[in-house]
């Protein structure tokens, strides 16, 4: 189906406005932003039900100062912007929290301020949407989701570009070729176009603790075979010191649960999607997959039914679990100074499956079957902005090599730039035990390298995988409905994905259209 852009555009914004007014529910609202195209992935979606856990020392991140070619170039650039006042909004990411600790920095090299709004992602997506439905200017640079970097592509300016146009402005070492090239496909690129610029990657690891291997005498698990096998063992002789295996992030009716499947059906070999754009978590593989996860669920913490991600981390941070995996950006803060497991977990590569992995052939809609679940953003320079060349130095400085190690380092996220890794910042950290740890960023950029997966990208994807699959998937888990029954589940699953609510028309609800 599609919209005319006008009616799109009007249609979004008020959906968008409807919920953060409570007028939709949740359920509603990412129906009718799969309806229009939008779609929310990864870590994106949680902030509409659970926020990102984040554990950062920004001591970290302010111990150094801005290199000084960098620092005499803002200083000097700045000076025609001096007293300009620059919006970025945001969700409340890692990065974006070190970053609005740090932009007084920027201000003071360059007497540019910096206004940074931090609010739910539903009103990002809704305060970005009405800033280019009507070409106000309002925010001069967008937060973006990966999964809409399609959709605001027209919307923003081509920073490559741009650096070239405005060589004045350009930063010195800024270098683009420094950015992982899988996370600038992944993340930021489109139409042979950069939208934004690599900003935020959560992604899929193993983690796991090191005394409780040691202590049963369990080696690193490798495959999905070793994992079952560790945590049956460890659930077995610990659950009555309140240990489990392992830890699920499985609320139903939230995305952390599809997160979790979706990385269970790869695993063993299955898709979402086949090769003929048909829903495929029903086959042998994609049940497979589905029946492991119920195992592990077996073996972990009653409260993994009502956990998302955030509960998860607390499962890992009290001592609960004792492998996982999950999200990379959990690892600095369960060593922080202050945590009860401090210098007791590690990191490895993710875990390969029974089967080999489909190809891109066998898959529909550019889903990418791999170990490695990931999630994303980029942060763009609107096309509207009134104050579009002091957008683009904070832009810039934002991105910099500099900030982007010193924002890790922070433990706010795993670097964007290749540069990072080898900073001698981050090098020296890598036998450290405690805050400020970077002794698993190897394993997290090998996993970006190689194996990162990406779920499809569809119109209606954002509405089914966070409503359809995790609310039917919930049933399953909870006891509430398919009697343990994983391809009945599945079967039902498929059915919803072919024919979602509300899919018949553009606009089969009346929406309260808002002034």
């Known amino acids: 189906m599609s919209f005319k852009n006008y009616d799109k555009q009007n249609f979004i914004i008020d959906t968008a406005n409807a919920y953060t007014r409570r007028k939709i529910s949740k359920r509603d609202f990412l129906s009718k932003m799969g309806i229009a195209g939008i779609g929310m992935s990864a870590f994106a979606t949680g902030v509409l039900g659970g926020a990102r856990p984040f554990r950062g020392n920004m001591a970290h991140a302010a111990e150094n100062n801005t290199p000084e070619d960098v620092a005499k170039f803002l200083k000097e650039a700045g000076k025609s912007f001096a007293g300009t006042t620059i919006r970025y909004t945001s969700e409340a990411t890692p990065p974006t929290v070190v970053l609005d600790t740090l932009k007084a920095e920027f201000t003071e090299l360059t007497g540019i301020n910096v206004e940074i709004e931090i609010v739910p992602l539903e009103q990002v997506l809704a305060k970005a949407t009405q800033d280019v439905q009507g070409q106000l200017g309002t925010y001069d640079i967008y937060y ?18 741009y650096y070239k146009d405005k060589p004045d402005l350009a930063m010195p070492g800024f270098d683009f070729d420094d950015f992982s090239k899988p996370l600038v496909e992944g993340i930021c690129e489109y139409d042979n176009k950069w939208v934004g610029l690599p900003f935020d990657i959560p992604i899929f690891t193993l983690m796991y603790r090191k005394d409780l291997l040691e202590k049963h005498g369990i080696a690193v698990p490798k495959t999905y075979d070793d994992f ?12 009555e010191n309140g240990i489990f295996g392992t830890g699920c992030q499985a609320k139903s009716g939230h995305y952390s649960l599809e997160c979790d499947w979706t990385q269970a059906v ?19 593989q994609g049940i497979e997959g589905l029946q492991w996860y119920q195992e592990m669920l077996r073996n972990s913490p009653p409260n993994s039914v ?30 922080a100074d202050d945590s009860k497991v401090k210098g007791l977990w590690e990191m490895a590569h993710p875990l390969q499956g029974p089967h080999s992995l489909r190809g891109r052939g066998d898959v529909g809609f550019g889903e990418i079957p791999n170990w490695g679940h990931q999630g994303g953003s980029s942060i763009a320079l609107s096309k509207y902005s009134k104050n579009a060349d002091a957008a683009w130095l904070f832009l810039q400085w934002a991105c910099s090599k500099d900030i982007m190690t010193r924002c890790t380092l922070a433990g706010g996220f795993a670097p964007m730039r290749n540069s990072s890794y080898i900073d001698p910042r981050i ?13 698993h ?59 979602p609510p509300n899919s018949s028309s553009p606009f089969p609800f009346s929406l309260p259209l808002l002034p």
């Open 441 to 499: 960023l190897d394993t997290v950029r090998w996993t970006i390298d190689n194996v990162m997966a990406s779920e499809p990208d569809l119109p209606i994807w954002a509405g089914v995988a966070n409503n359809e699959i995790p609310t039917e998937l919930g049933k399953l888990v909870t006891g509430q409905d398919y009697n343990g029954d994983a391809k009945a589940c599945m079967d039902q699953i498929a059915k919803l994905v072919e024919s």
């Open 427 to 439: 090098v020296e950290r890598k036998n450290r035990v405690g805050g400020g740890t970077t002794r």
């Open 306 to 335: 009502a956990s998302t991600w955030d509960g998860q981390w607390q499962m890992g941070a009290s001592g609960q679990i004792a492998l996982c995996q999950s999200w990379a950006e959990f690892f600095p803060g369960w060593n």
């Open 266 to 284: 790869w695993g063993h070999g299955g898709s979402i999607f086949g090769a003929d754009k048909k829903f495929s978590g029903n086959d042998a």
């Open 144 to 161: 973006l989701d990966q999964a809409w970097t399609s959709t605001f592509s027209r919307d923003t300016i081509d920073p490559v570009q």
């Open 228 to 239: 079952t096998a560790a945590v049956k063992m460890i659930t077995a002789a610990e659950k």
